[in-house]
């Protein structure tokens, strides 16, 4: 009788465990959506693929963690103990790294985009010059290729803006279509529990 309670009682903590996360996940969903761009954008050119691709490769690293230490403490409740461990580790180990990340956001750059976008030029170009700083490029030619290139993205893309509503999206069938297949994939790969 013990097992039953206690394996029920860490499938029900599980589950409110579960749902609250889904929560704040849901909550944090424009900051998955974020993060890559940032990377994007922080990277130099030759770095760039491999910095976005790893975004990806840790969350299946990430994925693979979790899997095996809620398999390795399964044992431990299954066993007929009743201790709270099997739920406390896991928790306490995912936020290791996120208390590093935390701790190191206060030497994280503005992206150099959004400055632009706010019309903070010299800062963005200062931005870009630290992220691009390299042995031997006294003069900053990288960066400052790079700040003219994302300042004329700006411009074209204020000049476009200008021109198109808001709804552009909704406008034509074909548009229509494209927009109800990029929201139906989003939400089938949300729909499966990809990130819980």
């Not at 589950?15 to 990377?39: E, M, N």
Request: net charge positive.
């Amino acid at each position: 009788m013990l097992y039953a309670y206690t394996t029920a009682d860490l499938d029900c903590s599980v589950k409110v465990f579960r749902c609250v996360s889904a929560i704040f996940v849901a909550g944090s969903s424009p900051l998955y959506a974020h993060l890559r761009t940032d990377q994007a954008e922080v990277s130099t050119p030759e770095s760039r693929g491999f910095m976005v691709s790893m975004h990806g490769i840790m969350f299946a690293v990430g994925y693979g963690f979790s899997s095996w230490i809620g398999f390795g403490v399964y044992f431990i409740s299954a066993g007929g103990s009743t201790s709270t461990f099997p739920w406390r580790f896991p928790l306490a180990f995912q936020a290791v790294p996120a208390l590093i990340m935390l701790a190191g956001s206060h030497w994280l750059p503005y992206s150099p985009r959004w400055l632009m976008m706010k019309d903070r030029f010299d800062e963005a170009e200062a931005v870009l010059k630290r992220l691009h700083a390299r042995a031997g490029d006294e003069h900053h030619e990288t960066a400052i290729k790079e700040f003219y290139q994302m300042k004329k993205q700006l411009e074209h893309d204020r000049r476009i803006k200008a021109t198109i509503s808001r709804f552009e999206v909704f406008k034509t069938p074909s548009n229509r279509k494209r927009a109800l297949i990029a929201a139906a994939m989003m939400w089938f790969n949300m729909f499966t529990g990809v990130i819980m």
